[in-house]
């Protein structure tokens, strides 16, 4: 991955135990929010948890647009409505008219990387459990409009990295993808070194010891044709702290660069900030917004 991602990684290792900390239950909000419910998931064999918000007045109306929003590297469903204010925001921007109804799904995709990782020995079959399970389950269980126009993903961190992969990988099934501050870095090189440190931030997604032939495989930019070649591309939206601890926005910037050579025009904001929940809480505001306006882009399209 080279030395950029090398020293990236190391910088995680030292600050990941406070993203722990502070991705703890503390307090739940929204109008309807259910936290760590369980559905079967096929891929996995076994149950999958997700926290889920309902906005106010949604057995009135429906079918409504649906989010699904990733959490990062250590966290789970509790993360963004319990430390990411995602209830609180989401009620506050629907209340104002600024977005219109919506539900946010936050499933609990553990240290996944949200790829399907069996074959390399990782955590397991996340993205088809999401892709899949997940979205099958919520679209038949709750009042959830079930196009493509009306599906989005975000994330932070190693969520911004699976949110991007997913709809850049899946175009044809997402109107539009938000990454905050995402774990998104350039292919790997085979003769990089490979540290202990890369082996416990990856998970063993890509393999243990970590195999940069897996990453590269698995990368964002791995799936970058398939906008040419799709009939439509969702609208995305990259968004990074101009101090992230972990240099992340050197990822962003490259994703960018990248989407724009294809003729994808993608967003790119530099804010303020560090790679933290206090930017993270902020940017969900802008990044709702986004898909709001991708949601109502994506209805007039069809």
């Known amino acids: 991955m080279g030395n950029r991602i090398h020293a990236s990684l190391c910088r995680f290792a030292v600050t990941v135990l406070l993203l722990l900390w502070s991705s703890q239950p503390g307090w739940a909000d929204g109008s309807k929010l259910h936290e760590s419910l369980l559905f079967q998931s096929d891929a996995l064999g076994r149950q999958m948890a997700y926290s889920i918000y309902l906005p106010d007045g949604y057995d009135k109306g429906g079918p409504y647009p ?14 963004w409505p319990n430390v990411g204010g995602a209830g609180r925001t989401a009620d506050r921007l629907i209340a104002s008219g600024d977005i219109r109804p919506m539900i946010i799904v936050m499933p609990d995709g553990e240290d996944s990387w949200y790829i399907d990782s069996t074959a390399y020995g990782g955590p397991g079959a996340f993205e088809t459990a999401i892709l899949d399970d997940l979205i099958g389950h919520i679209e038949t269980r709750y009042k959830a409009d079930n196009s493509r ?3 989005a993903m975000a994330g932070l961190s190693m969520g911004g990295f699976g949110a991007i992969r997913f709809a850049v990988k899946h175009p044809n099934r ?21 540290s202990e440190t890369q082996i416990k931030l990856f998970r063993g997604a890509f393999g243990t010891p970590f195999r940069a032939a897996n990453f590269n495989r698995e990368n964002v930019f791995a799936f970058l044709p398939r906008l040419v070649h799709a009939d439509i ?4 939206l990259l968004t990074v702290g101009d101090d992230d601890y972990f240099t992340l926005y050197e990822g962003a910037f490259l994703t960018f660069l990248r989407l724009r050579a294809i003729g994808i025009p993608a967003e790119l904001r530099v804010t303020d900030g560090n790679h933290s929940w206090k930017l993270w809480r902020r940017e969900l505001d802008r990044g709702l917004r986004f898909i709001d306006a991708a949601f109502a882009s994506a209805v007039d399209a069809d």
């Open 149 to 151: 126009a009306a599906r």
């Open 174 to 194: 997402f109107a539009a993808a938000v990454s905050f501050s995402g774990a998104i870095v350039d292919d790997a090189l085979p003769d990089d070194p490979v």
């Open 233 to 236: 591309s969702p609208k995305i």
């Open 66 to 79: 649906v989010v699904y929003l990733l959490h990062g590297l250590g966290g789970s469903e509790l993360d």
